[in-house]
């Protein structure tokens, strides 16, 4: 195939993913996401909240950590940090949160949904009970009297706990034809057959629904429930529905947790990191840009081109992912572009070698980028490597800071792999190719 026509085949290419990015970033609806650390937002401890002579073990934290995990990511905060500190602690840190306080009560929140055996009678919703699966005290247990006197208990009634929240394999929240809000579940498949038989020979008593120890429906078995379906009623409002069902479909605590400390981080701090940032960067690419066009000359014009693409092309892709960008992911970034300027030396330097050899200049131009090609592969095959190890570290011991950074550098270093490879050589082909003959005669405008 005819190699101009291939060249510029891939200019047509490279122009429409240039329009593209230009429109991602130009667009509004598709912004930035910034981290804790360049925006705000909320930081709280969470610590066990059982005596200290009870064990807490590693296993509970980490199901806590990655069910809180799974609670703050359905409310749409972006890159949240959710980790474990110690034995008995665990650090969340939410970014550009708008209302903490909902936050706050959704991370604490146990949810222990229980279906308890009231008997023949139904129980009165807001009632306090005692379960089987009393872990530990309700609040609802527990009765303020007026200020200055010592807290006083009741006796709440006790029953048997026929199934707990365990059983749920999903829980979304509906709405009937009257407006009435409620929450549809289904249950796991090991648990259908309990439940079915269950319901079957206890027809005509009350299978009472309790969250927390707190009673919210008291239900007649009017008939057996097969298939694994059911509802849990009550005078829900869509928020009430819509966070009931977030609480019960990602489970239950497996240790109550209280709040230790919370810290509003102001976006003051952020502010200055990112006018950091941003000035330290703008000012290393910029002497990066005059010494490829001081040192290389038309080749350094070419890769100037190439790198400004390879930026655009970036921010692209950060914003259409979207990726959230923390101070390490902008150190993973420029790091990116120290490697695509590499790049270009790379192939610059082996076409010059073969100038000096005598090659005339479109093949050398041809054999530099082939020759260069090894070195690039293998270089960044290797940083590939290193950006998953670090990915699996930080996603293993919930440092996202070190997921943001080897994000930003994978991200950067296969579009630098493109820009080097196709955009640079396409614009030399066709540039400095195309005017081989003239510029045979001027070699110092190679640098060569």
Excluded at 111 to 133: H, K, N, R, W, Y
Excluded at 216 to 224: D, F, L, Q, T, V
């Amino acid at each position: 195939m005819n190699k101009k026509f291939v060249d510029l085949f891939w200019l047509a290419i490279i122009v429409i993913i240039l329009a593209v990015s230009l429109w991602i970033v130009q667009d509004a609806n598709h912004p930035i996401r910034r981290g804790l650390d360049l925006q705000g937002g909320l930081q709280v401890l969470l610590e066990a909240d059982v005596p200290a002579d009870h064990d807490v073990t590693l296993e509970q934290m980490t199901t806590a950590r990655q069910i809180i995990d799974q609670r703050v990511n359905a409310l749409g905060v972006t890159e949240p940090v959710v980790q474990v500190e110690g034995e008995r602690r665990i650090l969340v840190e939410l970014p550009g949160l708008d209302n903490p306080q909902d936050a706050i009560g959704l991370i604490q929140e146990t949810a222990l949904l229980e279906f308890i055996d009231s008997g023949s009678q139904p129980l009165e919703e807001g009632m306090c009970v005692v379960t089987s699966e009393n872990t530990a005290p309700s609040p609802c247990q527990i009765v303020r009297g007026e200020v200055g006197a010592e807290d006083s208990f009741i006796e709440a009634p006790f029953f048997e706990t026929v199934m707990t929240g365990a059983a749920l394999k999903t829980a979304v929240p509906e709405r009937t034809d009257f407006g009435e809000y409620f929450v549809d579940f289904t249950l796991q498949p090991d648990q259908a057959d309990f439940f079915a038989e269950y319901t079957r020979t206890h027809q005509g008593q009350f299978l009472t629904i309790v969250l927390d120890k707190e009673v919210i429906s008291s239900p007649r078995i009017n008939s057996e429930i097969d298939g694994g379906q059911g509802t849990v009623t009550g005078q829900f409002t869509a928020e009430e529905a819509e966070k009931l069902a977030l609480q019960l479909r990602f489970g239950s605590l497996p240790v109550p947790l209280r709040i230790e400390s919370t810290r509003q981080v102001g976006a003051t701090l952020g502010t200055q990191s990112v006018q950091a940032s941003i000035e330290a960067g703008a000012i290393g690419v910029l002497m990066v840009l005059l010494f490829m066009v001081a040192y290389y000359r038309l080749f350094g014009v070419m890769a100037d081109l190439a790198l400004g693409f390879y930026m655009l092309l970036n921010f692209a892709v950060y914003q259409g992912v979207p990726v959230t960008l923390t101070l390490p992911a902008i150190t993973g970034f420029l790091l990116s572009t120290g490697m695509a300027v590499d790049a270009n030396v790379l192939v610059f330097e082996r076409i010059k070698e073969e100038i000096k050899r005598g090659t005339a200049l479109k093949p050398a131009i041809d054999t530099g980028f082939s020759l260069a090609w090894v070195s690039i592969r293998d270089s960044n095959v290797a940083t590939l490597v290193i950006c998953g190890v670090l990915w699996l570290f930080g996603r293993s011991f919930g440092a996202s800071s070190v997921q943001g950074f080897a994000l930003t550098l994978s991200i950067g270093v296969l579009i630098s792999m493109f820009t080097a490879v196709v955009v640079t050589r396409t614009l030399v082909r066709l540039i400095i190719g195309g005017s081989a003959k003239y510029i045979e005669t001027k070699k110092w405008l190679l640098g060569a």
